[in-house]
Structure formats: C-alpha cells, structure tokens
C-alpha cells in the first residue's frame, strides 16, 4: 500500500503512539461519509461516485455546521483562525 501511495503523490501519515484520539476524527469524518452517502444510494458507475463525493465534500467544508466546530463550517472556522 505504501508503495502505491507513493507512486500517486500520497503521503501517509500515520497517529502518534499513545494518541488514540488523533484516529477519532478520521473514524468521525468516515462514518459520515458512510451513512450520509455511500451506503444509501447505489452507484452503478465510478464516475457518479466520484462526481457526488466532489460535491459532497464542497458542501461538507462550506454549507454544512459541524457541532464539533461550535455550528459553523469547516471554511467559517479557518477564517476565524486567520
């Protein structure tokens, strides 16, 4: 796996030891993902797929609150932090 991440440009970065809840965002982020669009519809091709996560993920960073963030999105929160 590493190797063909390395080939595509993808850096793996593992969590530190001891560091469990640096894994929690991500498991966060995958299970909505999950249940928000990947298991309620089917996709006959790869390119529907992709095309609904393009859009889906801008919406995610710039419309959709996030509760975690105090109900503002991902994009209204690194505005703040500039």
Do not use: C
Not at 15 to 30: D, E, H, L, S, W
Not at 57 to 77: C, F, S
């Amino acid at each position: 796996m590493l190797d063909w991440a390395s080939a595509r440009g993808i850096h793996i970065v593992h969590i530190q030891p001891g560091k469990p809840q640096q894994n929690a965002y991500v498991k966060r982020f995958n299970r909505t993902v999950r249940y928000e669009w990947l298991s309620p519809y089917h996709w006959p091709h790869l390119d529907e797929v992709r095309d609904f996560a393009t859009q889906w993920i801008w919406r995610y960073n710039h419309e959709r609150p996030n509760m975690a963030l105090g109900d503002v999105t991902p994009k209204q929160r690194l505005a703040m932090a500039a």
